[in-house]
């Protein structure tokens, strides 16, 4: 199972981003999704996350400008960005809860992908 992060790259601010989060190989399904980030110097932090049905959470910095979705064909996940600002600046992190054909649950990190938000 491979799950991997696009999309990232340098916008102005006020510009958006859509990241993307995909999960390949043998799996059946993604279960939940959260997004991270982490800037340099600074902890990893939650920013938002997506469940089996749907229903989203996300942190207090980005609620209104980002929303998380999901294409359960795809296996994907999307972070679409807006109104970003340079304290949006960060490597973006997607953890993916995968149901694979076993019907076992795993926890997959794909490996980031690098936000910078210029002023």
């Known amino acids: 199972v491979q799950v991997v992060e696009s999309g990232g790259g340098l916008v102005q601010a006020g510009g958006s981003l859509r990241l993307s989060c995909a999960a390949s190989g043998d799996i059946f399904s993604i279960k939940a999704v959260r997004w991270y980030r982490q800037a340099p110097g600074k902890q990893r932090d939650s920013v938002a996350d997506i469940g089996n049905s749907g229903g989203t959470n996300y942190a207090d910095s980005v609620k209104g400008r980002f929303t998380v979705s999901r294409d359960n064909v795809q296996n994907t996940v999307y972070l679409q960005m807006n109104s970003l600002k340079p304290e949006d600046t960060a490597v973006y992190f997607c953890?993916?809860?995968?149901?694979?054909?076993?019907?076992?649950?795993?926890?997959?990190w794909g490996q980031g992908t690098q936000v910078t938000v210029s002023s």
């Open positions: 953890n993916a809860i995968v149901v694979i054909t076993t019907g076992y649950e795993y926890s997959y």
